[in-house]
Structures are given as C-alpha cells and as structure tokens.
C-alpha cells in the first residue's frame, strides 16, 4: 500500500528525491553500488527542513528512506 504522507518528487539513474505531503519537507537520496555490485540507495541523505512544519525533517527520515526505497524498486532503479 502507497504511503499518503510521501510523494516523489523526482526519480533518475543518480537520485530519488520525496517530500513530506503534510509537512513540505524534501528529502534526497543517491544511488550508489553495495560490495556485491547491487544498486542501493546511499546510506546518506540530504534533508532540507519547511522551517513552518510542526516536526524537523529528521523526525520523518527513517519513513522517507523507506518510501524512497519502495518507489526506486517500483521504477526498477534498485536491485
């Protein structure tokens, strides 16, 4: 099932970026290549906080990274 609380904003070989629905938050995630040559997304991630949303953007990173996930496997961008 979809998460209503993510959209993508933007999905390419080198990145997926996802916003926060309720909040405007933005984050970005690379792709990058795991010891055994598979696509992952990057252990790092860029955030840029709305500074009007009630919560940081920090507060919704692991649910970003797992919708961003998600979405890469969708559009096949991720082994």
């Given at each position: 099932?979809?998460?209503?609380?993510?959209?993508?904003?933007?999905?390419?070989?080198?990145?997926?970026?996802?916003?926060?629905s309720?909040?405007?938050?933005?984050?970005?995630?690379?792709?990058?290549?795991?010891?055994?040559?598979?696509?992952?997304?990057?252990?790092?991630?860029?955030?840029?906080?709305?500074?009007?949303?009630?919560?940081?953007?920090?507060?919704?990173?692991?649910?970003?990274?797992?919708?961003?996930?998600?979405?890469?496997?969708?559009?096949?961008?991720?082994?």
């Amino acid at each position: 099932m979809p998460d209503p609380n993510f959209t993508v904003e933007h999905c390419s070989d080198a990145e997926i970026r996802v916003v926060h629905s309720g909040e405007g938050h933005r984050y970005k995630f690379s792709f990058t290549t795991d010891n055994k040559g598979r696509r992952i997304l990057s252990p790092t991630i860029s955030c840029r906080d709305n500074d009007k949303a009630p919560h940081s953007a920090e507060h919704f990173a692991k649910e970003a990274r797992r919708f961003a996930e998600t979405e890469a496997h969708k559009r096949e961008k991720m082994d």
